[in-house]
């Protein structure tokens, strides 16, 4: 089992930056690749951006030199860093891992962008 906690998420204006967390606790050492989602007010959830364990990653279209996703293996924990926001990135932000093709997801924290 593998428990996700995000934080970080907030209000900001168009332009402004935020960074979010996701802290994994539980099987850590199971954990391969983690990523974010985010699911906007009737739309369906979608990728941000995915990092393999080893680092490499790979991300939406509309993420590509707006947003960063890091990892710290060494405290269980994934980064999106965004810049530049817009209001279209107003979501609920998911972070999520893969452990042995089993998926977990936090409870999500809420990114809102004011034009």
């Known amino acids: 089992q593998v428990q996700l906690v995000e934080s970080g998420g907030g209000l900001v204006q168009a332009g402004g930056s935020l960074r979010l967390s996701c802290a994994a606790s539980g099987s850590v050492l199971r954990i391969g690749a983690m990523g974010w989602y985010r699911q906007a007010p009737g739309k369906q959830r979608e990728l941000v951006a995915i990092?393999?364990?080893?680092?490499?990653?790979n991300s939406a279209d509309f993420a590509k030199g707006r947003f960063t996703i890091s990892r710290d293996n060494a405290k269980n924990t994934v980064y999106l860093q965004m810049i530049s926001l817009k209001s279209e990135d107003t979501a609920v932000y998911y972070c999520?891992?893969?452990?042995?093709?089993?998926?977990?997801w936090g409870q999500g924290t809420q990114v809102t962008v004011s034009s």
């Open positions: 999520h891992a893969n452990v042995r093709l089993v998926s977990y």
């Open positions: 990092i393999s364990q080893d680092g490499g990653t």
